[in-house]
């Protein structure tokens, strides 16, 4: 007899993305959301080497996991850092003369692999400790718009569902893992 689960990425007891029970409230729901797309791009890019991370799997696009990661990490720190907070920051993983430098510097490095987990995991974890004193209803300007968090936390949503799922692409063509 086969497991139901199998060809799964995770049996749903091993899955980190388990949660007690359904959210309630806009706030608990879009967070709930982020950190379940977060916690699958993680997920995604685990268990692989610089090589594989660095492998651009679809030519002639420079897409690759190790990519993903570095544009997640610029996404975050753009939105909650540059924005929200309006500090005055360059761009992380971008410049004038690159402005793809997230996508055409992820390199098969090791440097540049820990550089790209270490970067998004506290992008990652300052947006989360920010987002937990704010209010979903608070407007920003930025270049002449005004911008709710709450667009801001949907956009983010958004922005990872779109790449998680091309990570399930980009990870099955490095080693034939899908899932979930």
Not at 62 to 67: E, I, K
Not at 113 to 132: G, H, N, Q, Y
């Amino acid at each position: 007899m086969t497991h139901p689960f199998d060809g799964l990425w995770l049996a749903p007891e091993d899955d980190p993305r388990s949660s007690a029970g359904p959210a309630f409230g806009e706030r608990e729901v879009l967070l709930g959301y982020l950190r379940h797309y977060r916690t699958t791009l993680e997920l995604k890019c685990s268990g692989l080497d610089a090589e594989q991370l660095a492998r651009r799997s679809v030519p002639p696009s420079t897409m690759s996991l190790l990519g993903l990661l570095r544009h997640l990490a610029r996404v975050e720190h753009h939105w909650f850092q540059r924005v929200l907070q309006g500090k005055d920051e360059p761009r992380l993983y971008r410049s004038p003369q690159q402005p793809d430098l997230d996508f055409d510097g992820a390199i098969a490095d090791q440097a540049v692999v820990e550089d790209a987990w270490t970067s998004w995991r506290r992008e990652v974890a300052a947006a989360e400790k920010w987002l937990s004193g704010d209010d979903l209803d608070r407007r920003v300007s930025w270049q002449g718009e005004e911008l709710e968090v709450r667009d801001i936390v949907v956009h983010m949503v958004e922005e990872y569902a779109r790449h998680t799922g091309h990570a399930d692409l980009l990870r099955e063509c490095v080693d034939g893992r899908t899932g979930q």
